[in-house]
């Protein structure tokens, strides 16, 4: 049984329980086991990043300093939460004087320090280097047998991030769909941003972006997109109807997350598998 320090990211225990639910019986039937970083923040999002960066770092560093009291690395579903959480990790081990700096924070006022040997890692990632993607062909039951776009982001896309991936053409997200008995689609906005961050003060800049990205799917024939990001699942289905009027593009395509498909694909959660079936049958121009 593979054991991490679990970070769920920004959005699972709250806008998207879907997350969480999904990522929960995927981990059961993977023998993968989730330690719970009870009370650790989030990873800022990048958003706490641009008003207070030693804020966001200091945050992000007393998580890997929980996780490091654990002896255990993090695991995380969400691109954006694994993508601010290494560039943190990597920006506080390359300044030993700011690590000390954000440790002597630390220890007046939770008792924590970090050494930052402490190492993060995506659910993609994870799967396909540590857990073997054989594992996970072994466990299929109900094949998500569709013409699947998978969306990374840009968070996850760094050096030391992704794995053993190439950062800057991917392919791990398409084997897990080829795994699952999906056909995976090459596209080009697969690592694009949605502009996530920006949401609520670039809103028009933001719906443009993610119906470019929404558009280019379909136009590849893609009946589902599958997003390895939390944040930007949201945004990609939630907005995509306004999106569409914004821009005249077409965008009306089921979004799901990573977790979703998987555990579908594991035999979990039948009834919302089948309501999948039906909304991919149903959307459509």
Not at 11 to 28: C, F, G, I, K, N
Not at 264 to 275: P, Q, T
Request: glycine residues 8%; negative net charge.
């Amino acid at each position: 049984m593979s054991k991490f320090a679990y970070h769920p990211g920004n959005v699972a225990h709250s806008s998207a329980p879907e997350v969480e639910d999904t990522m929960q019986s995927l981990s059961r039937a993977l023998g993968i086991k989730l330690i719970p970083l009870s009370g650790a923040t989030s990873c800022g999002a990048g958003i706490v990043r641009q008003a207070n960066k030693r804020l966001q770092l200091t945050l992000n560093a007393r998580t890997f300093a929980m996780a490091e009291s654990m002896g255990l690395d993090i695991l995380t579903p969400c691109a954006a939460t694994a993508g601010n959480l290494h560039e943190d990790l990597m920006t506080l081990r390359s300044d030993q004087i700011l690590m000390s700096e954000v440790n002597d924070v630390l220890l007046r006022t939770c008792n924590l320090t970090m050494t930052g040997e402490v190492n993060v890692h995506h659910l993609i990632h994870a799967i396909v280097d540590i857990i073997g993607i054989e594992k996970l062909d072994e466990k299929v039951v109900n094949p998500i047998d569709f013409k699947i776009a998978g969306y990374y982001g840009p968070n996850i896309q760094q050096d030391g991030a992704c794995g053993e991936d190439d950062i800057y053409d991917p392919d791990y997200l398409e084997k897990i769909i080829l795994s699952v008995g999906g056909t995976p689609v090459k596209w080009d906005a697969r690592t694009q941003s949605v502009g996530t961050p920006s949401l609520f003060s670039e809103e028009p800049t933001v719906m443009k972006q993610a119906a470019e990205v929404l558009s280019e799917a379909k136009s590849e024939d893609a009946e589902l997109i599958v997003s390895a990001c939390s944040l930007s699942h949201g945004v990609l289905d939630i907005y995509q109807g306004k999106a569409g009027r914004n821009t005249g593009l077409s965008t009306n395509i089921p979004v799901i997350h990573l977790c979703e498909m998987i555990s579908f694909a594991l035999g979990c959660h039948n009834n919302r598998l089948a309501m999948l079936r039906t909304r991919i049958t149903v959307i459509g121009d």
